[in-house]
């Protein structure tokens, strides 16, 4: 499966707002075998919207958005998505209860501003999302040839919580009969210029069969990724460490190469994998970060990272525990 991620909001295209939700959207989605083939941002305004959702749609049948379900003037995302759907809103009293529970249970007096009332407008057809981490539910529509669009809230607690909860499970149903993964893998060189790696690589420069390779140059060394599409679990894993170790017996044979060495694992659940003088690093949600490089008396001519999981931490000697 293929889809398009729209983020809607003025304050992302002023640079007020950092886009988070677009990556981790992407990381989660890929985690289950779902290609987030293109990223848009996006305004306010309702033209802009539904221009991008609709050029979208037409590439991949397939949009999820984020924000603009609020209960101010400027969230123009559901009626800007209805109409492009040729769908009526509907008041939906359910979603309106709910919203004055909530206003009850955080203690404020009377009832909720008229304004809420639009986020319990729901597009005809459309299947409601509940948001248990939030007022804004989010809502799911879809027309008669199968093309959709998942309406999200722009709060990132909430659309994550909406995610996990109630889109993600639909999306692993429609692929549940033939699970299909993207995986990726990446390792870190250090003392190589980035201009001589696609020589020493030879004809892996380009990539590796089914695999495909990213170069990708920062302070501390280039990274290559590796990344493994539409492939089931187990063999995206193996096959990642197959093409890991031709890129390592190619640059390993180099004496002049200083590799950085660092131990990881490929995302949730894939264990610890050691690569030799190279640093593996999963691209999941679960992934890590490095720290900036220490002196390795142990290895001629490297360095030695410590790692830091985003979840969790990763001991001196490679081994996952969390936090605290």
Request: charged share 30%; hydrophobic share 35%; with cysteine.
């Amino acid at each position: 499966m293929i889809v398009e991620i729209v983020t809607i909001g003025d304050e992302l295209l002023l640079g007020e707002t950092i886009d988070i939700n677009a990556v981790w959207l992407a990381r989660e989605l890929a985690a289950v075998g779902i290609s987030v083939v293109r990223r848009a941002t996006v305004g306010d305004g309702a033209e802009s919207i539904a221009a991008a959702v609709t050029e979208a749609l037409h590439r991949t049948g397939a949009v999820i958005t984020t924000g603009g379900l609020g209960p101010t003037s400027d969230d123009r995302t559901r009626p800007a998505i209805a109409a492009l759907f040729g769908r009526e809103l509907r008041h939906d009293d359910a979603i309106w209860q709910g919203l004055r529970a909530i206003w009850r249970e955080r203690g404020r007096p009377g009832e909720p501003p008229e304004s809420n009332r639009q986020q319990a407008q729901v597009p005809e057809g459309a299947t409601v999302l509940p948001n248990r981490h939030g007022t804004a539910p989010g809502l799911l529509l879809e027309d008669e040839d199968g093309r959709w669009v998942a309406m999200l809230p722009g709060v990132p607690r909430e659309m994550r919580g909406l995610m996990a909860d109630e889109l993600l499970p639909r999306l692993r149903s429609r692929t549940a009969d033939d699970r299909r993964v993207i995986r990726s893998l990446t390792l870190r060189t250090t003392g190589i210029a980035e201009s001589q790696l696609p020589e020493l690589l030879g004809e892996h420069a380009d990539g590796l069969g089914s695999v495909s390779l990213a170069y990708l140059p920062g302070q501390e060394g280039v990274d290559l990724r590796l990344t493994v599409r539409d492939a089931r679990p187990d063999d995206a894993d193996r096959t990642l460490r197959e093409a890991a170790d031709k890129v390592r017996h190619r640059l390993g044979r180099h004496p002049t190469s200083r590799l950085a060495r660092r131990r990881a694992w490929l995302g949730p659940g894939g264990g610890d994998r050691r690569l030799g003088p190279f640093c593996a690093r999963g691209d999941a949600p679960r992934g890590i970060r490095a720290r900036r490089p220490q002196p390795c008396p142990a290895a001629r001519g490297a360095v030695l990272h410590d790692a830091v999981s985003v979840h969790g931490q990763l001991d001196r000697r490679g081994n996952s525990r969390p936090n605290g």
